[in-house]
């Protein structure tokens, strides 16, 4: 590498269950890391040779392994965890960052076997949601990763607390940050559909996240089902989907995979989200920066996005007739969009700007 860079290169290694998920939350931390003049490999599942074109476009590496599925043996859970380690002793590399409830002990063992200087544990696991036990659960998830790591990451504040609750996290470096942020350049205000066009809802959503496809597909079938001047689109990867009933809503315009969800942003007037899996979903950031107002859940990580009625909606988990409500609002009061699409680039721009959010993350490795 040039030595046009004033700190020496170091190469990074991201280990996660899968490289969909990397390029969804991980992609504005690849550029910043590549920017600085850091080599960077991803260590992730896929079958797709699209997903790591996208990743080479990224210019990051990407080396293959299948992940340990739920009940697997240990002797195979040995055998992934030597497979990892080989990956990232052959990379040489100087911090190794795992994510992922399913795999991030595991690579972090395999990270501190291959001789890696520095392990950053990323926690996007929505603690603060569901029971004691359940965080208790997932917080044991993390525990082997968490012990290992000098720098912890979280992204929202309620998963730090509840994580330190938990744990002991004595000596290790403790960053709260909202997600990866949102490139603001990339995702840029869009102009919102003609006015003559239905109020077009927008969700962009996992194949699996059942519940939340669910809750969409029902408001939609309502909203429709009054006769109001709306369309809904859902944007997902049918063919990744385990369950495909929930693919054929006729009340439901499907877009296939959000491969530019800039664009497809561009074409409607408010983003939905409503899945409570991720400690600051990038679809949420997305939605703003491009200036389009969102109804998202009133959980953390979620509803930091949101200042109510000023640029989106809060509704509480699994409550379809606030969900139904907060959605035909924007249709009772489509004039209050321009202020609301203002509204939602200005919290972007002000809240979630990559670089912004990046630079403790980045100092922190430094350190």
């Known amino acids: 590498m040039s030595s046009t860079f004033s700190r020496p290169q170091k190469r990074i290694a991201i280990v996660a269950p899968s490289l969909a998920g990397v390029l969804r939350d991980r992609a504005n931390l690849i550029r910043a890391l590549k920017a600085r003049g850091d080599a960077v490999l991803v260590v992730a599942a896929s079958q797709l040779s699209g997903e790591v074109a996208a990743l080479h476009h990224l210019g990051a590496e990407h080396r293959n392994f299948e992940p340990k599925p739920p009940g697997l043996s240990i002797f195979a859970s040995r055998r992934v965890q030597q497979a990892i380690r080989e990956l990232i002793a052959a990379w040489q590399a100087d911090t190794t960052i795992v994510s992922g409830a399913a795999i991030a002990s595991l690579a972090a063992r395999a990270a501190r076997k291959a001789g890696a200087k520095e392990i950053v544990t990323i926690v996007s696991a929505e603690l603060g949601v569901g029971s004691v036990e359940e965080r208790r659960q997932m917080v044991t998830a993390f525990r082997g990763a968490l012990k290992l790591s000098q720098i912890v990451v979280c992204h929202n504040a309620e998963d730090a607390r509840v994580l330190t609750a938990l744990l002991k996290l004595k000596g290790k470096r403790l960053i709260v940050t909202p997600g990866d942020g949102v490139d603001l350049t990339t995702f840029a205000v869009a102009p919102m559909p003609a006015a003559d066009m239905p109020l077009t809802f927008l969700m962009i959503a996992n ?161």
């Not at 809750?215 to 709306?230: K, S």
């Not at 009340?251 to 995979?257: A, C, D, Q, T």
């Not at 489509?334 to 403790?360: N, T």
């Open 207 to 367: 194949p699996d996240a059942r519940e939340a496809i669910e809750a969409y597909t029902e408001a939609a079938r309502a909203l429709t089902g009054r006769g109001l001047p709306v369309r809904c689109v859902l944007a997902t990867d049918r063919e990744a989907a385990q369950d495909t009933t929930l693919l054929t809503v006729e009340s439901i315009g499907f877009e296939g995979r959000a491969a530019d969800p800039a664009a497809l942003l561009g074409t409607v007037h408010v983003a939905v989200h409503l899945s409570a899996d991720d400690g600051s979903p990038a679809a949420l950031k997305q939605a703003l920066a491009a200036g389009r107002p969102v109804v998202t859940l009133d959980v953390p990580g979620c509803r930091e996005a949101v200042d109510e009625r000023v640029n989106g909606c809060l509704v509480p988990p699994g409550d379809s007739s606030a969900l139904l409500a907060a959605m035909e609002s924007f249709v009772s009061h489509r004039d209050l969009l321009p202020a609301e699409s203002r509204a939602a680039r200005i919290k972007a721009e002000r809240s979630f700007g990559a670089s912004a959010v990046l630079a403790p993350v980045l100092a922190a490795i430094d350190g």
